[in-house]
């Protein structure tokens, strides 16, 4: 069991320009997460998937999106990417709706 | 608003020595707290999970009490370990069905460091 996978690893990205972070896991949990991490600060919740088809807003949407088109991929789309979007950004999946949580590797995303 | 505080913010220990971080939190109605133990450059990975009846959970060298009355919770650390360095997240979350809201809270950590 690989678990929850993210990629890449790490991107630098020029300040316009579009990418999309992936997220797949094979624990078949309903429950996926994008979160972003900037330095000294708590994660907060960007997007959240309940099950295939279904997504909502978390705390910090603004220039993001997503698609749970399976139970297996939770991809985040950037669209014109900011400096502001600086961060580490993890997937986390749950079986049970906020309860416990496995945290993907992690992204850590540049924009210059 | 819901928030979460950690205290200290950073600790630094010698091997072999315990310590105690904090945990206070704004979150109600809440449905449990979490601590997560986030090394450099990895995600978070759960430590222990605790629902607002639970006062004390343990794994291993770590165990966590919980008082939800006072809304305060502890993580401590016994005989600790080079590879204890680590932030500590604590994390709570809402009781949604009692109108808590659903947005989980996180605390921002508290930065660990055991030397020899």
């Known amino acids: 069991n690989a678990g929850v996978t993210q990629t890449p690893k790490f991107r630098i990205l020029k300040i316009g320009q579009s990418m999309t972070l992936q997220c797949t896991q094979d624990m078949n949990h309903n429950y996926m997460y994008w979160y972003r991490q900037d330095p000294g600060m708590g994660l907060k919740l960007i997007y959240y998937s309940v099950g295939a088809g279904i997504t909502d807003k978390g705390e910090v949407p603004n220039g993001y999106n997503v698609s749970r088109s399976t139970t297996e991929d939770f991809p985040l789309r950037l669209e014109l990417a900011a400096p502001s979007q600086t961060s580490v950004y993890f997937c986390?999946?749950?079986?049970?709706?906020?309860?416990?949580?496995?945290f993907g590797p992690g992204t850590r995303l540049t924009v210059t | 608003k819901n928030q979460v505080e950690q205290s200290p913010q950073s600790l630094i220990i010698l091997e072999g020595k315990n310590c105690t971080l904090q945990c206070n939190y704004t979150v109600s109605p809440f449905s449990n707290l979490r601590w997560y133990k986030q090394d450099t450059g990895r995600g978070p990975v759960s430590l222990t999970i605790m629902t607002f009846s639970e006062n004390t959970k343990s794994n291993g060298r770590y165990t966590a009490t919980l008082d939800a009355d006072t809304k305060q919770s502890s993580l401590h650390i016994t005989a600790s370990q080079l590879s204890d360095s680590a932030s500590y997240i604590c994390?709570?979350?809402?009781?949604?069905?009692?109108?808590?809201?659903?947005?989980?809270?996180f605390g921002t950590g508290t930065q660990l460091k055991v030397e020899l």
């Open positions: 994390v709570v979350s809402p009781d949604i069905l009692t109108g808590g809201g659903n947005k989980l809270t």
């Open positions: 986390a999946t749950a079986e049970v709706f906020h309860y416990e949580q496995y």
